[in-house]
């Protein structure tokens, strides 16, 4: 048998180290070729990393949370062979004899002597020692589960035989804190040892009681890199917050109408393609709004090509996925895209070019929107659009209250890059648009 060390391998141009984020082995595991070893995060894309060999994890060379740098050790396996790659006839072996206590000394090419040595790990001493240890553990497991029986009435004696009630007093346990599983409530020996295994603090009981538990979560791979991210944002960048309120009925109407024949080139459509094609326009008209900040240099890059950011809630967490180029795109093109690149993030797959380049970001919580918000810009872009939940209220035309769909926009900009008077300018542009959608499909 011989080491075989498995590498962080090169997992994206530009890419100098990576975050474990996930264990899919553990030592003493024997794997084929391919199966998984780990999983790694860099810039919000998750890589699996497969075992290139067969053979059994001997040491494991980081924690969850650590950062790796490409090429380190990260896992040492047991394989077959002595130089790792030679005696490949041996390989297919390795599986069959690695389950059994006897499959190194088989592997000894002496026949007399594997034949002397192969008694000693074959006495049956050890197996009745690994089946006996997990039967306690099993019944006390049992009684956990079954000792969910409601606590007695206040003051009720608690029913236990007088050698449970030593055992109790020993260490320094009120009966009255446990619910026993015997007949008529009785408390047993096991219902006893279970609470001693799992702490005052699990046993359940119906009603108001004090909890002190306190559970320790490590912050790591996407919740560490959102958490930084906001802290970078918040600390760097001077928000300034404005909610405007958009009468959105003409715009709910024609998306409507637009709905009505869906096909592959023009799917059905959100508000959301409409609010990027309204931001097109206004940003045309205020290109400083489509800008990155590098307050490190004090330079303002500001670009032609509008990448739009889309804030999107995924089994993992938050990421955003990018529109590239939605200047050169219409109502339908920005909806396909909007489609594809937020199903990809939300199943995992999204490259790391979807998941970056962005200028401006819209962030969405749909229904649960709220009637405003504060929105934390993606840094280091300068603004970021907040959509809320729409909502038919009472508005005065001029002569009486009509029902009207209404819905806030909530906008945050970089107070150093744009003053309140242009955020203002924008979000009004903004709403002109949305009321008035007709003239998102005019192109002057």
């Not at 090419?109 to 553990?137: I, R, S």
């Amino acid at each position: 048998m011989a080491e075989r060390i498995i590498k962080l391998p090169d997992v994206g141009e530009g890419i100098a180290e990576a975050e474990l984020v996930e264990w899919h082995v553990k030592i003493g595991d024997i794997i084929r070729e391919d199966d998984l070893l780990a999983a790694v995060m860099t810039d919000k894309a998750t890589v699996e990393i497969p075992s290139p060999v067969d053979g059994e994890v001997t040491w494991i060379g980081a924690e969850i949370g650590d950062t790796v740098a490409i090429g380190s050790a990260l896992v040492k396996l047991k394989v077959a062979g002595a130089a790792g790659a030679e005696e490949p006839a041996a390989e297919p072996e390795a599986p069959k004899e690695a389950p059994t206590p006897a499959s190194k000394p088989v592997a000894v090419p002496e026949a007399p002597a594997a034949k002397a040595e192969a008694p000693k790990p074959a006495p049956t001493v050890e197996p009745p020692k690994a089946m006996t240890v997990p039967k306690p553990t099993r019944g006390v497991v049992q009684a956990t589960a079954q000792n969910t029986a409601p606590r007695r009435a206040p003051g009720e004696k608690p029913l236990a035989s007088p050698a449970v009630r030593l055992k109790a007093r020993e260490a320094g346990i009120d009966l009255r804190q446990l619910s026993g599983t015997g007949p008529a409530g009785r408390i047993l020996h096991e219902d006893l040892d279970a609470f001693l295994l799992r702490g005052p603090e699990a046993e359940r009981a119906p009603g108001l009681s004090q909890k002190s538990a306190v559970t320790d979560i490590k912050v790591v791979g996407l919740r560490r890199r959102i958490a930084e991210k906001m802290a970078l944002s918040k600390s760097r960048i001077p928000h300034i917050t404005i909610v405007e309120e958009i009468n959105v009925t003409p715009l709910e109407d024609l998306r409507a109408t637009l709905n009505k024949k869906p096909a592959p080139e023009r799917p059905k459509l959100t508000l959301l393609p409409f609010l990027m094609r309204a931001m097109v326009k206004a940003i045309s008209e205020q290109p400083n709004l489509n800008a990155l900040y590098d307050d490190d240099a004090g330079i303002i890059h500001q670009h032609a090509g509008i990448h739009i950011g889309i804030a999107t809630q995924t089994p993992t967490g938050l990421m955003v996925p990018v529109v590239k180029h939605a200047e050169a795109r219409d109502i339908w093109g920005c909806g396909i895209e909007l489609n594809r690149i937020t199903e990809r993030a939300r199943d995992g797959s999204a490259t790391r070019d979807e998941l970056t380049g962005s200028t401006i970001t819209i962030t969405s919580l749909g229904a649960l929107g709220g009637i405003a918000t504060t929105p934390v810009i993606n840094h280091p872009e300068v603004a970021i659009i907040g959509v809320n939940k729409m909502m038919i209220r009472p508005v005065w035309d001029g002569t009486t209250f009509v029902p009207r769909k209404m819905m806030n926009l909530s906008s945050s900009f970089d107070h150093r890059v744009v003053d309140g008077w242009d955020a203002a300018v924008f979000v009004q542009r903004l709403k002109e648009l949305l009321e008035n959608p007709a003239t998102l499909f005019i192109d002057v």
